[in-house]
């Protein structure tokens, strides 16, 4: 017997279906790469306005002195003013101010004005602590261990000392004042009148306080020090 040939007969109507879905093929096709690149541009914008407001907010956290850029943060519960340089190419330097630099008024005089605030790397700087100087200040010793501290961390051996020479005796520290040790750095923080930082002698620097406000004083000293610092250094670079 012949073999019945297993052809499927395709009616009129599916034909016509056929040739409709070719039709609506290319159609179908745009409109879903259209849809695509909808989704695509939408989501490029939200990238775009997410750092635009990034940028915005970051920016309200920021403030710029004199060059020095500062970030507005919270060190725990504190708020305080972050600046960050490289004292070395591998040696990073976090400094942590409790007040704005802006609004820090605290005056500068004597030498340091035109000569700025400079120690010799590898010398000893002698802290001075007058005996009346900020005895009952509650940030007193706050504001003396920051200045040790940021001297230490930039690289400067420091001594303490203080200027009374019975109390030097007594507490077995070195007595130095601006006269006693006119070779070496001093830096004085006494009691006073006025809250001000005097540039005495060549190696005298001495930081008076008055109404217990040791804590702005210390913190002008240290922006200027940078600030004389970052001075030195560009003008090495040029010449």
């Not at 007969?9 to 016509?16: A, P, V």
Request: aromatic share 10%; charged share 25%.
């Amino acid at each position: 017997m012949p073999k019945k040939e297993n052809t499927k007969k395709i009616s009129l109507k599916e034909k016509e279906t056929e040739k409709e879905v070719e039709a609506e093929s290319p159609t179908l096709a745009k409109k879903y790469n259209k849809e695509i690149y909808l989704v695509l541009g939408a989501m490029a914008l939200l990238v775009l306005i997410f750092f635009a407001f990034y940028y915005v907010f970051g920016s309200l956290n920021k403030i710029d002195y004199r060059g020095l850029t500062f970030t507005k943060e919270k060190f725990g519960e504190i708020p305080v003013f972050h600046h960050y340089y490289y004292i070395t190419p591998d040696v990073l330097y976090n400094l942590y101010l409790r007040n704005d630099p802006r609004n820090n008024k605290v005056p500068i005089t004597g030498a340091v004005v035109d000569r700025g605030i400079e120690f010799m790397q590898k010398s000893t700087i002698y802290l001075t602590i007058a005996p009346d100087g900020i005895v009952g200040c509650p940030y007193g010793s706050v504001g003396v261990a920051t200045l040790a501290s940021f001297l230490v961390d930039n690289q400067f051996t420091v001594k303490g000392a203080s200027s009374d020479k019975e109390q030097a005796e007594l507490n077995n520290l070195t007595y130095a004042t601006c006269k006693t040790d006119p070779m070496n750095k001093v830096i004085m923080i006494q009691g006073g009148n006025e809250t001000i930082i005097e540039h005495r002698t060549p190696n005298c620097y001495v930081i008076t306080v008055a109404n217990c406000e040791i804590l702005p004083a210390v913190e002008k000293f240290e922006v200027q020090a940078v600030l004389d610092a970052q001075a030195r250094r560009a003008a090495a670079q040029k010449s």
